[in-house]
């Protein structure tokens, strides 16, 4: 911008830089104020003078930019109203980089310069925005990884000024806080920013074909821009097994289904009854057919496989079957007046109601145990 003032016209008889100013009748009816414009944009900075008589200029960082309205000098600065109204505020469009600094309006000595004095206003400061470049997450807008191991997401938002506040967001729309590193890197320029955010997380199953949003937005912006990246979940399989048998009895044909979830969606199943393996044809059911009783309480498990890895679960089941006595109760001798236990030992399920009789009394003894 230096190299933009060396034709500047900057006269000591204008601004009265080589004696003190004097009451003045001239004077400020609206003077400069701070302001931020949007690069690119158009900023108008205001001055209306009543009673001049002398000269107008404005100075840029007090470089004096010219006396003429067009600022010939300066194809994007002009001073725009009239002279009837005393209006030489000072446009300029569009606004880059090389436009902030400090303004002044000033009006120099009139004809008789012991009453109309040089005046200047009051410093105004131009600050200038700049809209960060749409923001890039790194891995582009698809990742495919594998749950419970830690990936590293990078969104960055480049070149805005002030520094974008970058965030990132679930796919319901909620902000995410764990995790998140932000690191900015000052350009050459020592004006723009550039922001990289780091979202490190651990990919889950119910991450599948979810999306993260990363949402970068600065003070020149009146809305945020986004990038969304899309995982691909890759996870073992999730399994789940069910007997279809609301009840099974001894000599029943029960069936289990076994499901099971994954990505890859391409596995292989294998079915264990007490950690044997039930050979056949099986994939998501096994069949076993004439149940007996020696099965009862027996673990079927079922075990699928992907690429990932390897899940199972298992049922135990509950085979009905009818009473059966392994141990009859035995003649036994004893004196009058002394204890005799008699044993019955049944094996069933449910387990069964035991009942003792006396010879061919109909007198029935209360249940034992």
């Known amino acids: 911008m230096l190299q933009e003032f060396k034709g500047a016209i900057i006269l000591c008889s204008i601004v009265s830089l080589c004696a003190s100013q004097k009451p003045s009748s001239q004077r400020f009816e609206r003077e400069p104020e701070d302001q931020t414009a949007v690069y690119g944009e158009s900023v108008v900075l205001a001055c209306r003078v009543i009673n001049k008589s002398g000269q107008v200029q404005w100075t840029k960082d ?4 010219g006396t ?6 300066f194809e994007r600065y002009s001073m725009i109203g009239t002279d009837d ?3 030489y505020a000072l446009r300029i469009q569009p606004v880059t980089l090389e436009d902030e600094g400090k303004y002044q309006c000033q009006v120099g000595p009139g004809p008789d310069p ?3 004095g040089p005046i200047r206003s009051r410093y105004a400061t131009l600050t200038v925005y700049v809209p960060p470049d749409p923001p890039q997450i790194v891995q582009s807008s698809h990742l495919v990884t594998t749950e419970d191991r830690e990936v590293e997401l990078e969104c960055q938002s480049r070149g805005g000024k002030p520094a974008s506040e970058v965030n990132w967001l679930d796919s319901d729309g909620n902000l995410i806080t764990e995790g998140v590193e932000v690191f900015k890197d000052l350009l050459q320029d020592n004006l723009r920013t550039n922001v990289k955010s780091v979202l490190k997380l651990i990919p889950k199953q ?3 074909n979810k999306t993260f949003t990363c949402q970068a937005q600065n003070a020149a912006e009146r809305s945020p821009r986004v990038a969304t990246i899309r995982l691909e979940v890759k996870y073992a399989p999730k399994v789940t097994v069910k007997v279809i048998n609301s009840v099974i009895t001894e000599l029943d044909t029960v069936k289990l289904s076994c499901s099971a979830e994954g990505n890859p969606s391409k596995m292989d199943y294998k079915w264990y009854v007490n950690n044997e393996v039930a050979y056949g044809d099986y994939s998501t059911e096994l069949t076993i057919n004439s149940v007996t009783r020696k099965l009862h309480n027996a673990v079927v498990k079922c075990e699928v496989q992907n690429r990932v890895g390897t899940s199972e679960d298992t049922q135990t089941l509950n085979v009905h079957y009818s009473p059966r006595i392994i141990e009859k109760p035995v003649n036994v001798e004893a004196e009058i007046g002394s204890n005799v236990t008699l044993r019955c030992i049944v094996d069933s399920n449910p387990p069964a109601e035991i009942v003792w009789t006396h010879e061919s009394s109909s007198r029935v003894s209360p249940p034992l145990s």
Do not use: V
């Open 68 to 73: 003429d309205r067009e600022l010939s000098e």
């Open 62 to 65: 007090d470089f004096g930019l």
């Open 206 to 208: 119910e991450f599948h």
């Open 85 to 87: 109204e005393g209006t």
């Open 114 to 116: 012991e009453n109309e």
